[in-house]
C-alpha cells in the first residue's frame, strides 16, 4: 500500500476572512499594503493614513485587502519589508 501524501495547500498563501477568536478582539485589521505610514513630530511611527479591512493573509498574517493589496503584497518586496513595522503598530 502506497502512503498518500496530503496535497493540503498548508504553505500556500491565501486570503483568509478575519474573525475575532474572543470577545475582545477585532474583526477587521489594518491593511499593510493600502495604509501609510510615517513619523510623528516626535519621531515615533504612526499611521497617517488607515485603510481597514476585513481579511488577512493565513500565512503572513497580516492583513490585506482582497484586491488588489493581497497580490501587491505577495509580488513586491518592498511592501513586504514594511511588515514587521506595521505588525508593531497594529494592536
Ligand atoms: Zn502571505
Ligand atoms: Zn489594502
Same mark, same amino acid.
Given at each position: 500500500m502506497q502512503a498518500e501524501r496530503?496535497?493540503?495547500?498548508?504553505n500556500d498563501h491565501f486570503s483568509t476572512r478575519i474573525e475575532p477568536t474572543? $470577545?475582545? $478582539?477585532?474583526r477587521q485589521r489594518i491593511c499593510v499594503a493600502c495604509s501609510i505610514r510615517g513619523k510623528d513630530a516626535n519621531g515615533k511611527s504612526v499611521y497617517l493614513h488607515k485603510r481597514e479591512t476585513r481579511f488577512k493573509c493565513n500565512r503572513c498574517n497580516v492583513g490585506l485587502c482582497q484586491e488588489p493589496c493581497f497580490f501587491l503584497y505577495h509580488t513586491r518586496v518592498e511592501l513586504k519589508s514594511a511588515v514587521v513595522e506595521a505588525q508593531q503598530l497594529d494592536v
Amino acid at each position: 500500500m502506497q502512503a498518500e501524501r496530503l496535497s493540503m495547500k498548508e504553505n500556500d498563501h491565501f486570503s483568509t476572512r478575519i474573525e475575532p477568536t474572543d $470577545s475582545t $478582539s477585532k474583526r477587521q485589521r489594518i491593511c499593510v499594503a493600502c495604509s501609510i505610514r510615517g513619523k510623528d513630530a516626535n519621531g515615533k511611527s504612526v499611521y497617517l493614513h488607515k485603510r481597514e479591512t476585513r481579511f488577512k493573509c493565513n500565512r503572513c498574517n497580516v492583513g490585506l485587502c482582497q484586491e488588489p493589496c493581497f497580490f501587491l503584497y505577495h509580488t513586491r518586496v518592498e511592501l513586504k519589508s514594511a511588515v514587521v513595522e506595521a505588525q508593531q503598530l497594529d494592536v
